[in-house]
């Protein structure tokens, strides 16, 4: 039985929400399904998910804390774990009870039921336009049933937890009549239904003295796609789920709140404290968002979610989806049709970060390039970025198959094998051996190849076949950018320009290392000469498929482009397409890709 029924110690109260974590945990796959509010994008039970895993991480590391000191913890942890609307909001009401339960070395009742009334408006003060129907509704029907019980002289938190859960239950019922959308699609609100999870699962650790559910994470379900019509709400008007820390001495909110008013955005969430605020707005231009924002403190744990793609994945149907990272490049056409999701590499640049091909465009990254005191560099993206996304396709798909850059060049694959290996054998990791356009054109056959139905298992072998015969190959006009990144001596830079030499490397085959295969001349043939050196070794009877990526330099890559096509009859050759960061932070501004790969797999 549980110790939980008058005034309640640290430990019962550690253990209590950690039963109820555990809860929404387990059931984020169905959440995924019934999201619909305030975009269909399917990721609610990810995102709280996401939110209460680390909340619950460091709940545990408290093994003999107070009650007032637990909900200090939590309070803290979900401000810097809080994803999405539903997480942001969440955050501000545990942030609430934090702060209002601070000190206290027990939890009474009267204590819990003036915490979570407090709790309950700051959560409603944190969104820029609360909605009835939402998790606010059932936020304000468990508070209020708590404060009447003390009104009413029950002094028995069991008792009084009991009933508040019952009228959190009605009022979840009672969401598709407050939301059209919901009454539409025939379900209740997702974040509203994930914090009653919350609840029922609390309820269970008082009335058992522990979670009737396995505090074990259950994999996702592998149903494909939602359980809602994909016309149950119109594609969001704003592309970008994004988000981030903002810390200063002493935040100003309503400052905040009219700066980010002009951006013209959505779903404006600001949970936390005068020190550190968690933001969430929808917009078209994440950039912008963080600007704003840098003008108030320091901007931090930047992201955004692309909503519209979100919103294609979880209503496509299919066994297995591809992951990429942001240094693959490939049409923009090829990221709308076929079943793709980018996780962004990290652009650092001084004390400013960005994240690649979000908040920072070709155009701005070649501007910095050539323009800023510092040196301009890439990182990998943290394992949680992984972790998160692996979590919410899993709640829609059977698999996922990660296609990383070439591990010999970077550490991003090790940070997707790091998050994927708490999924099992439903995520698959490949390394690409390849950048950029190499990396690109394996994703493009993936991702055909999922979309074909083929398991993830399959196109994992075919791809490790495939990635020992596509290559990248580039020529670097001039050095300054790898010198000053550390990837050339510096007595290279001097020597190739006195004598007009052009270096070309390459990367794949195999080993993903990069080698200098030649030079050759400045001049106005040079882009031929570059053509004619990587076909040599080129079997023209076979048919391929190529890409050309450009360092800020169209001309030079139009040239390159066209010289591939004269030389290679029946190459199939994307448009001209920007290179990313993966090559231009290295190989710098002017300089030239070429990826080539066999069509088929043989």
């Known amino acids: 039985m549980s110790k939980i029924h ?84 969440l955050a501000q009401f545990l942030q609430g009870l934090g702060e209002s339960l601070a000190g206290h070395r027990r939890l009474a009742l009267s204590q819990l039921a003036s915490a979570a009334a407090f709790s309950s408006e700051q959560a409603r003060q944190a969104i820029a336009e609360p909605r009835e129907g939402t998790m606010l509704s059932v936020i304000s029907a468990f508070s209020t049933s708590l404060r009447e019980a003390c009104d009413h002289g029950v002094e028995d938190l069991r008792q009084a937890f009991a009933q508040a859960l019952f009228a959190s239950r009605e009022a979840l019922a009672n969401t598709p009549n407050q939301l059209a959308v919901l009454r539409k699609a025939g379900v209740v609100d997702a974040g509203a239904q994930g914090f009653l999870h919350l609840l029922e699962g609390i309820n269970e650790f008082i009335v058992h003295g522990k979670s009737v559910a396995s505090e074990v994470d ?138 690649d091909k979000v908040s920072l465009s070709p155009d701005a990254f070649y501007d910095l390039l050539r323009t800023s005191e510092h040196v301009v560099r890439t990182s990998q993206p943290p394992a949680g970025d992984f972790r998160r996304l692996f979590g919410f396709l899993l709640s829609h798909h059977e698999e996922v198959l990660y296609l990383g850059v070439s591990r010999a060049v970077s550490g991003t694959l090790q940070a997707g094998e790091s998050a994927a290996a708490g999924y099992g054998p439903r995520v698959h990791v490949v390394d690409s051996a390849n950048v950029s356009g190499g990396h690109g054109l394996l994703a493009l056959y993936a991702a055909e190849r999922a979309l074909a139905g083929v398991a993830a298992r399959v196109i994992a072998l075919e791809l490790e076949t495939l990635r020992e015969q596509t290559a990248t ?60 050196r990587v076909l040599s070794k080129t079997d023209r009877n076979r048919r391929w ?37 993966a090559i231009g932070a290295h190989a710098g501004p002017g300089a030239i890709a070429l990826s080539l790969m066999p069509k088929d797999a043989g």
């Open 473 to 532: 190959f580039a020529f670097l006009t001039d050095l300054s950018s790898a010198v000053r990144g550390g990837r050339v001596p510096a007595w290279a830079l001097p020597i190739t320009r006195w004598l007009g030499l052009v270096p070309i490397v390459r990367i794949g085959g195999g080993d993903g290392k990069l080698h200098v295969t030649g030079v050759t001349l400045h001049g106005k043939r040079l882009a031929e000469r570059f053509v004619r």
């Open 218 to 355: 259950r994999p996702g379900s592998g149903e494909a796609g939602v359980v809602v019509a994909a016309d149950a709400h119109a594609e969001s008007a704003e592309r970008w789920c994004t988000e981030c820390v903002l810390s200063a001495s002493d935040i100003d909110r309503a400052a905040v709140r009219s700066a980010l008013d002009t951006l013209g955005g959505s779903s404006l969430v600001m949970a936390g404290t005068r020190e550190k605020l968690r933001v969430h707005m929808h917009v078209n231009e994440p950039t912008l968002l963080f600007e704003v924002l840098s003008e108030f403190g320091e901007v931090r744990a930047r992201k955004a979610d692309d909503m519209h793609a979100q919103q294609r994945t979880a209503h496509t149907l299919g066994k297995s989806v591809v992951v990429i990272d942001s240094a693959a490049d490939l049409p923009a056409e090829a990221l709308e049709s076929l079943p793709i999701q980018v996780v962004p590499v990290r652009i650092t640049v001084g004390a400013e970060d960005y994240l």
């Open 6 to 89: 008058g005034d309640t110690d640290g430990p019962a109260v550690k253990r209590a929400l950690i039963a109820g974590m555990g809860r929404v945990i387990s059931e984020r796959d169905l959440l995924n399904r019934i999201n619909v509010f305030p975009v269909p994008d399917g990721d609610t039970g990810s995102n709280l998910g996401f939110t209460l895993s680390s909340v619950r991480d460091a709940l545990r590391d408290m093994p003999r804390a107070s009650a007032g000191a637990v909900f200090e913890r939590m309070a803290s942890e979900a401000i810097d774990a809080a994803r999405g609307n539903s997480g942001a909001i």
């Open 545 to 581: 498929r190529a890409q050309v990526m450009h360092c800020d330099n169209p001309e030079q890559g139009r040239r390159v482009r066209d010289a591939l096509l004269e030389q290679l009859p029946g190459v199939e050759c994307a448009p001209l397409l920007d290179a990313g960061s």
